[in-house]
């Protein structure tokens, strides 16, 4: 008998006894308050995927030897609902979301599942919570599908058992609601991923390692890490984030937009195709080249001192663009230009608008999914 797939069709919704009002959403911290509901779908190998159910948030029981707790077998996606001026909820991309969690399943031997299905159901979650949906611009749903393996019994090995689940988190605007760009410290004595790693996946042991680096650069006034990779030291990626800088060839007059390829050191973000598929569509071609390529802290550095690097941010959905104002490198502090607001230059809020746009629905656009 072929295993069951996920079936939406089956869902069972249990409601809270106890709702909380709607959340209020100023001061909302990123992450940190969550909504009445949660949904949970089971599997069993030899079976497949049990009913979906949505239930009342609340803790999970788990056999302490469980595979996810004694050898990380857990990952996540990170999406996002949002409301539109018609208080219709949108998500953004939701099957580039699909696709990856079931690579990131795959990459761990965890069972892989029908995205449109687990579409479906997040959609039923998004809908029963909709008033935990902040209305303002800015403001978003922020749902995070998780994976883990269940089965107990020490030694990794291919789970027997997992679940996948669904939370969602009322966010604030990431910096709030002035643009605030940040300052990197490249670091080349630490890795966040590496040639045949999983640093493509996205799995919560890909993240925790990277605290300790995360916690010590804070101390030293740094708000993220520029992760450099290779002899060479190229740029990777910005904490969690994907890497844009652009700069200008004082000679030709030329621009050109630059992020990492996808060589499996890099997580293949929604946010950052989107930009590359956006920019590619809406500057000048006369004027941009949209290119992946290696881009080393060398070149910056060289290109920084003759005056050719116009912008740099970081990008991912949590933040959508988080614009950077200097890098610095072995004692050496690279100044990236931003505006006279000190906010960001005019590319990279170019970027935002387009891409938060679609987000709200005041541009149409079939990235955009109505629910
Ligand atoms: C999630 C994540 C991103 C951003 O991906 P989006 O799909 O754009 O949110 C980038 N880099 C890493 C390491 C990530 O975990």
Sequence with gaps: MPELGIDSSKLTIEKTKLPKSS?????LVYGQNFTDHMLIIEWEEGYGWKNPEIKPYSNISLDPSCCAL???????????????????????RPELNMKRMNESAARICLPNFDGNE???????????EK?????????????RPTMIGTSGGLGPKPPKSAMIYVICSPSSPY?????????????DYASRAWPGGSGNSKLGGNYSPCVLYQRESAKRGFEQILWLNGEDNHISEVGSMNFFIAFKDNKSGKCELVTAGLDGTILDGVIRRSILELTKEKLDKEKWDIVERVCTIQEIIERSEKQEVLEA?????SAIVTPVEGIEYHGKYIIIPTDLNNECGPLTRNITKWI???QYGNVESNWSVVV
Aim: glycine residues 8%; aromatic residues 16%.
């Design 356 to 358: 938060t746009d679609i």
């Design 23 to 27: 959340l209020p959403t100023k001061g």
């Design 313 to 317: 941010f970081g990008c991912g959905t």
């Design 118 to 128: 687990l579409i479906k159901l997040i959609i039923k979650l998004v809908k029963l």
């Design 70 to 92: 004694q050898y990380s077998f857990e990952l996540f996606e990170g999406m996002k609902a949002y409301k539109d001026s018609n208080d219709s909820i949108r998500l953004f």
């Design 175 to 187: 910096y709030g609601l002035k643009i605030k760009p940040v300052k990197l410290e490249a670091i």
């Design 131 to 143: 008033d935990f949906i902040p209305k303002d611009f800015g403001y978003s749903l922020y749902l």
